[in-house]
C-alpha cells in the first residue's frame, strides 16, 4: 500500500518548515514547527519564533481520467513572534513572512507529490495592543497557502 499523497504532502510541509534558521541562510530562527494552529497565549516565550500548520477544507476540483482526483487543499499557516510592538513587531513578522514564503517556494511541488502550491496571502496583528502582556509582547502572522494535487479515488 503507498502512503497517501495528503500524507507526503503535509510531512514536506512539516520538514522545510523546520528548516527555517539563520544558519540556513534564513533571517529567523524558528524554535518550533508544530502541527497544529494555537494562539499565542497557549504557548510560552521560549517556543517563539514558533511555526503551525493545518490543512483547512480540503475538496475537490474534478474528477479526471483513470480514476483520478484533483484536490484542492488549503493549507493555513500560523506564526508567533515574541517582541515588543510597533516597529519591532513589523520587523520579525516580515521576516518570518519572508521566510515562509521561501522556504515553501523552494518546491511547490512538495517533493513531487503537489502540482502546484500557491501562497494566497497574509494577515498579522500588527496595530494591535491585545498581544502585549508580561511576557513583552507577541506578534502573530496567518498565511494562507493552497496546494493543487492529484489522487485516486481508491484507498490502495
Do not use: C
Not at 3 to 29: C, F, H, M, Q, W
Not at 56 to 67: A, D
Request: charged letters at 20%; hydrophobic letters at 40%; a negative charge.
Amino acid at each position: 500500500m503507498t502512503t497517501p499523497a495528503r500524507e507526503l504532502i503535509l510531512d514536506n510541509v512539516n520538514a522545510v518548515l523546520a528548516t527555517i534558521s539563520i544558519a540556513n541562510g534564513y533571517k529567523t530562527d524558528v524554535e518550533t514547527v508544530a502541527r497544529t494552529l494555537v494562539s499565542w497565549s497557549d504557548i510560552g516565550a521560549a517556543q517563539m519564533p514558533w511555526v503551525g500548520f493545518a490543512p483547512i477544507n480540503q475538496s475537490s476540483v474534478e474528477y479526471k481520467p483513470n480514476q483520478l482526483l484533483k484536490v484542492r487543499m488549503p493549507v493555513t499557516v500560523v506564526g508567533h513572534v515574541n517582541v515588543l510592538a510597533g516597529e519591532l513587531k513589523t520587523q520579525a513578522l516580515a521576516k518570518l513572512e519572508d521566510d515562509i514564503i521561501a522556504v515553501v517556494n523552494l518546491d511547490t511541488t512538495r517533493g513531487g507529490n503537489a502540482i502546484r502550491t500557491n501562497w494566497q496571502g497574509t494577515q498579522t496583528d500588527e496595530g494591535s495592543t491585545d498581544s502585549d502582556d508580561h511576557r513583552g509582547g507577541s506578534g502573530t502572522l496567518v498565511m494562507s497557502f493552497e496546494v493543487l494535487y492529484e489522487r485516486s479515488v481508491s484507498s490502495t
